[in-house]
């Protein structure tokens, strides 16, 4: 596909329209027994629609199925132009999981999902659902969330339901029995749909009914602000005692099956389903007398599972409780890098990180003959000490300390990346395409951009030649970023522009917001405020349908400042806007304030831009509502901040604005990495 496409424009950016206001109810969580009218109110009880409890066991859309029986039947004889509408995401909320073969999810449409028969007659583990390779093995491997794919489908999903709904009243009120045993993509969906539906003047109202008190995931939702409870939920530790999944006893040599299902558990987020099937599969392997690597390998999964939920000391625990039983040195190995891995990323402990990498090492240098399996944990190790080593570069005080510290970060990763250059196998390719970007991201941050992007561009022919467009949006990104950061304004606007095209025809409104927004920052930086206000107002438009509070507040900053700076009128919609999210600003304009004042109340009033980050987002807080790490390692390690006002910066040069944004955290200059022994350019040919 070539990202010269161009997609027809949606009907959300033609929509003139920005001022919202985020929807302030919604869910009401009731956590003990009490009547609708006492609750709701009397119209409430006219309004109300039943909706019965799900099967026990968390398995996906569990909950969304049990509102799709209420809501199909009304819908097929009411609203029959609305199926068709939504049916590309109503084939995947009613499909079945289905066996492998000709006709099985691996061979029709392209979409990976959970783990399905291994065609020996077993049954369908879960029901279908969208999860890539690549999603499965990233959690499961890097402890990473990967949730941008599955955030557009649930979008899709929830805009279906707010579109069908009204069939079955005007206002209607769901009453949902046994809320806490929804799973967590209904979950995720239900929410969704009550945010669209009160921005589109539809209300929807959710009344969950909580059989046992509570979950973490809702105790997490009732933080919301559309949420309110009723009573005191009553949370557990771990989940509460559930009849476990019928399972096999497996072995974890095997190359598909339960762990896959598992993997894609955990990919969705659906921590609740995966932690059942954990706890069945150590069940079924302890009774069968199974291997002390199998049930090492279930533990490991534990970790990660609650890893992904921020319980990061009970994750440690498990993986050290799963290094006391693993007897393979591949497997120990990979343990040591899991752990490494958590205490860099969670408490910020490098030293106590290289400890166990240098463990992994260890345990892989026992062995005579080293397998591919080995060498690909090996590689991966050493790109964990290359991060490692690049953190601590960020945290020295010292320069010459730094940038040894860089130097011996760029060998490890070389060092990983010959391993496994020429190594079959998707486990390997992953890797080489993990490695390769992280390269090219040692460059940025060292301050080589040109080599940066010339070293992506060459890594990423392949990738680039299957024709994938999926593939080209990272891509341009990546290549803008760093054309802005070594101040090439026009190159960079160029790279996002070519990148919001191929958005726009994947029908990506989530990436698309980050990229206008990105075009936007650029055009600011560049003086074109013209472009920039065209492309931040797009921006806040798709912000805005995505119901996401904190990029529209960001991308409208952004619109009223190239106003602002440009010295264009704020149209009606704009301002209407402004009244919500900047009254103080919004009141200036109206008393007719000058570019100096107006200025000054935008600062006063916080209007700030966020600076394109080194990597498009592979998770969305907002919709997956798991919430957000405490700090962005990608802007830290870059030297990217997270808001920037755009009036501040306007009296300096882009040179001296990188200078700031750059030298305030120690990034070397290019001449002085050059003369500390950076080879960058001879190294990436090696």
Avoid at 8 to 18: F, S
Avoid at 132 to 155: N, Y
Avoid at 393 to 412: I, M
């Amino acid at each position: 596909m070539s990202s010269s496409a161009v997609a027809a424009r949606p009907a959300w950016l033609q929509d003139p329209t920005l001022a919202w206001r985020p929807a302030v109810r919604g869910v009401v969580l009731c956590a003990h027994p009490h009547d609708l009218a006492g609750c709701l109110g009397p119209n409430a009880v006219r309004a109300a629609v039943a909706i019965g409890p799900p099967p026990t066991g968390y398995d996906h859309l569990c909950g969304v199925q049990e509102l799709l029986a209420v809501l199909l039947p009304a819908a097929r004889g009411a609203l029959p132009e609305v199926l068709q509408r939504h049916a590309e995401v109503l084939s995947l909320l009613t499909r079945a999981n289905e066996p492998d073969g000709p006709d099985g999810p691996d061979s029709s449409d392209g979409l990976d999902g959970p783990d399905s028969p291994d065609g020996q007659g077993h049954a369908p583990r879960g029901r279908f659902v969208p999860v890539s390779e690549t999603a499965s093995l990233g959690t499961t491997r890097r402890i990473s969330r990967e949730s941008h794919t599955t955030a557009g489908w649930i979008d899709r999903a929830a805009r279906f339901l707010v579109d069908a709904l009204p069939v079955l009243g005007e206002r209607p009120v769901l009453v949902i029995e046994a809320f806490d045993h929804w799973d967590r993509i209904s979950v995720r969906i239900l929410y969704r749909a009550v945010l669209i539906a009160d921005q589109q003047g539809r209300p929807l109202t959710v009344r969950g009914l909580l059989r046992d008190g509570g979950t973490q995931f809702l105790e997490r939702l009732s933080r919301q602000r559309a949420v309110r409870v009723c009573g005191t939920l009553s949370v557990p530790d771990a989940p509460r005692a559930a009849p476990a999944p019928a399972v096999e006893p497996w072995r974890s040599a095997e190359p598909v099956g339960p762990l896959r299902a598992i993997g894609d558990a955990i990919a969705l987020q659906n921590f609740e389903r995966a932690d059942l099937l954990i706890a069945a599969h150590l069940a079924a392997v302890g009774a069968a007398g199974g291997r002390v690597d199998d049930l090492a390998d279930l533990i490991r999964l534990q970790a990660i599972s609650q890893a992904q939920t921020g319980r990061i000391d009970s994750a440690v625990a498990k993986l050290e409780e799963s290094l006391r039983l693993a007897e393979r040195p591949e497997l120990r190995a990979h343990l040591n890098y899991l752990v490494a891995l958590l205490v860099t990323k969670r408490k910020d402990d490098t030293d106590t990180a290289r400890t166990y990498y240098l463990r992994g090492l260890d345990c892989l240098d026992a062995l005579a003959e080293p397998g591919v399996e080995a060498q690909v944990e090996k590689a991966w190790i050493l790109n964990g000490l290359a991060l490692a080593a690049a953190i601590d570069a960020r945290e020295a005080e010292e320069s010459g300390g730094r940038d040894q510290l860089f130097q011996a970060a760029f060998e490890l990763e070389f060092d990983a990346f010959r391993l496994v250059r020429e190594m079959p196998g998707d486990s390997a390719f992953y890797l080489r395409y993990n490695l390769s970007h992280n390269l090219a991201f040692l460059l940025q941050i060292t301050g080589w951009h040109r080599q940066a992007e010339d070293f992506l561009r060459s890594v990423s022919v392949t990738m680039l030649g299957t024709g994938r467009p999926e593939f080209y949006v990272p891509h341009h990104y990546a290549i803008a970023v760093l054309q802005l950061r070594r101040g090439s304004h026009e190159e960079a606007a160029e790279s996002f522009g070519a990148a919001v095209r191929v958005a726009g025809t994947l029908r990506d409104p989530f990436h698309l917001e980050k990229l206008l927004a990105a075009a936007g920052y650029t055009d600011m930086r560049r003086g074109d405020h013209t472009g920039a206000a065209r492309h931040y107002r797009d921006a806040a438009r798709t912000a805005r349908r995505l119901c996401d509070e904190k990029a529209f507040a960001q991308d409208l900053a952004g619109l009223l400042w190239a106003l602002t700076l440009g010295r264009s009128p704020w149209d009606r919609h704009t301002l209407a806007a402004a009244r919500i999210w900047y009254p103080e600003a919004a009141g200036a304009y109206d008393r007719g304030a000058g570019q100096e004042s107006l200025a000054e109340a935008l600062t006063t009033a916080g209007a700030e831009v966020a600076p394109p980050s080194s990597k498009l987002p592979s998770y969305l807080p907002a919709v997956d509502l798991e919430g957000l790490p405490e700090r962005d390692l990608n802007r830290f390690l870059a030297g990217i901040t997270s808001r920037e006002n755009p009036g501040q910066l306007s009296g300096r040069s882009v040179g001296e604005r990188e200078a700031v944004a750059v030298d305030a955290v120690g990034v070397p200059e290019p001449e002085r990495a050059q003369a500390s022994g950076h080879s960058v350019t001879g190294g990436v040919g090696r």
